[in-house]
């Protein structure tokens, strides 16, 4: 407490000296935190969703090469589980959506092949929802998930395995 006296009137005047916020003050505090908060969430998601169609191209190439290789040492595609073991793929297996249905479990990647022409084609969904393939050394992506590239008919293959 502080005292003085007014020289108008010669009585004394005290002060007291505040501590602490005062509600407004916090409320304000509060509200800028969580204003940072929500923009700190909003790129912290939008750099994962972007990480994860990362992987996923980056596992399409990895894998689609694998495949070549075994197709020109074997002269064939891989059509059993022990042939694709063989190839030793390792996928980002965070990274997808389980947006394939087969024999009633959920699959997030598809393999379809064709054993005459030794064609194949990799469709894998991310967890955002897009959709990419890889198909004769080319890789594209395909936006939202969109149902007619879900199936190896429509990529024109006649055979295919889900996995993962």
């Not at 407490?1 to 009585?11: A, L, N, P, R, T």
């Not at 020109?72 to 063989?86: F, G, K, N, Q």
């Not at 959709?131 to 199936?151: A, F």
Request: net charge positive; proline share 2%; aromatic share 10%.
């Amino acid at each position: 407490m502080v005292k003085w006296y007014d020289s108008g009137y010669m009585k004394q005047v005290e002060l007291q000296c505040r501590k602490g916020f005062t509600i407004v003050e916090l409320v304000i505090v509060i509200a800028v935190i969580g204003v940072l908060a929500a923009l700190t969430m909003v790129a912290y998601t939008s750099a994962q969703r972007n990480s994860n169609d990362a992987a996923i191209r980056a596992d399409l190439k990895t894998i689609g090469g694998q495949i070549q290789t075994f197709i020109a040492s074997e002269l064939r595609v891989p059509t059993s589980s022990a042939d694709l073991t063989s190839i030793r793929m390792k996928p980002t297996k965070n990274s997808y959506g389980a947006h394939y249905v087969a024999g009633g479990l959920n699959y997030n990647f598809l393999y379809c092949y064709n054993a005459t022409t030794l064609d194949f084609t990799l469709v894998a969904a991310s967890k955002t929802g897009n959709v990419y393939k890889y198909s004769d050394g080319t890789r594209e992506g395909t936006g939202p998930l969109v149902t007619y590239l879900t199936t190896c008919s429509n990529n024109g293959m006649s055979t295919s395995t889900a996995m993962w």
